[in-house]
Nanobody, 123 residues
Framework: VQLQASGGGSVQPGGSLRLSCVVS????????WAWFRQAPGKGRETISC????????YYADSVKGRFTISRDNAKNSIYLQMNGLKPEDTGVYYC?????????????????WGRGTLVTVSS
């Protein structure tokens, strides 16, 4: 499966962006999906993830209430709607996938990764 992330950019604090991850070579329902963020000088962290088959989602505490992960089966795409952006949301965002194996979506090893898309939140 191949993933192509896009939608990053520069935005002022309080603004919004929607990241997209177009999937090819796989069916959304067969995989677990996640968005990761790597802030400057920091390690990569899980921002949000979802299990397609059970419609179960996870959000990091830092983004709860502001970010929403979703999917569009018809477009074979995963999205991350980001509202109320803060400077600390700055970083490179990656979409990732792993075959659904009956486990959760947080803390698992993801096998497929898209190229990152840069989000910069600054006034």
């Amino acid at each position: 499966v191949q993933l192509q992330a896009s939608g990053g950019g520069s935005v002022q604090p309080g603004g919004s962006l929607r990241l997209s991850c177009v999937v090819s070579g796989g069916i959304l329902g067969d995989y677990v999906w996640a968005w990761f963020r790597q802030a400057p000088g920091k390690g990569r962290e899980t921002i949000s993830c979802m299990k397609s088959k059970r419609d179960w989602t996870y959000y990091a505490d830092s983004v709860k209430g502001r970010f929403t992960i979703s999917r569009d089966n018809a477009k074979n795409s995963i999205y991350l709607q980001m509202n109320g952006l803060k400077p600390e949301d700055t970083g490179v965002y990656y979409c990732a996938a792993v075959i659904e194996g009956g486990y959760g979506c947080y803390g698992v090893t993801y096998d497929y990764w898209g190229r990152g898309t840069l989000v910069t939140v600054s006034s």
